[in-house]
């Protein structure tokens, strides 16, 4: 059985910083494209950045572009990591961890891809 388990959301204040994880199990990590996605009520699911099997390549939404996040994987440990830096009202949303073999399958959110739980992140004064 495929889980992916995200940690690391919580309340931070703006312009601060908060790093989230995303660990595999029961699955070739190594084999899939990975990506960070967020959600807030009543809006679509937004894809927030992903990364390639050996983080050759990366792609981030415009929404972050600018603003020091960097998404990461480390395969050894079957995981893979999103630090956020210069936090804004905005970014706040259960942020769900996904992959996927494909990368249109896992930008698309298909039916092959696997998600987390998700965690929450709230960014407020």
């Known amino acids: 059985q495929v889980r992916l388990d995200e940690s690391g959301g919580g309340l931070v204040l703006p312009g601060g910083s908060l790093t989230l994880s995303c660990t595999a199990s029961?699955?070739?990590?190594?084999?899939?494209?990975m990506g960070w996605f967020r959600q807030t009520p009543g809006k679509e699911r937004e894809v927030v950045a992903t990364i390639s099997w050996g983080s050759g390549t990366t792609w981030y939404a415009p929404s972050v572009k600018g603003r020091r996040w960097g998404i990461s994987r480390d395969n050894a440990q079957s995981t893979m990591y999103l630090e956020m830096n210069n936090l804004i009202p905005e970014d706040t949303a259960v942020y769900y961890c996904?992959?996927?073999?494909?990368?249109?399958?896992?930008?698309?959110?298909?039916?092959?891809?696997?998600w987390g739980q998700g965690t929450q992140v709230t960014v407020s004064s």
């Open positions: 996904a992959g996927d073999r494909e990368l249109a399958d896992l930008r698309s959110g298909a039916s092959t891809t696997y």
């Open positions: 029961g699955v070739r990590f190594g084999s899939l494209y």
